[in-house]
């Protein structure tokens, strides 16, 4: 019995290299093929190398337009919409708990000013 075992894929990888070195010998030629992850792993080398400047977001004019709102025809120019949708999420922000990220479009309270327009407490809002 033999020490190691020889896998069926070495012997056809062994039998590939040798028919090529028969075909060099006989035709002087070397024939090879692009491998298939040849192109796959040319990732890192670019094609130009870029020197202008990178194009602006509004100059690729796929901006929104007025068409493109999905807000029924009532909800559009309307001035209140905007404060109407902040009190609601507010509201359901409060009422249900939930973390709701557009919370987090309101910037966060200036403690010392607000303990100066509230200085007619007995206790200030900083020692609270």
Known sequence: MAP???NRSYILFFTAVLLIILH?????EL???QSCTEVLQSFHCPAKRHVSS????SALGRGITDEDDPRPDEYKNNPGYQDMVNML???YCWSTGRDVSWRYKFGKCNIQQAAQDHDYEKLLLTEI
């Open 89 to 91: 999420t507010v509201n």
């Open 31 to 33: 024939k090879t093929a």
């Open 4 to 6: 190691f075992i020889i």
């Open 24 to 28: 060099l010998k006989e035709e002087g």
């Open 54 to 57: 990178p194009i602006k977001a």
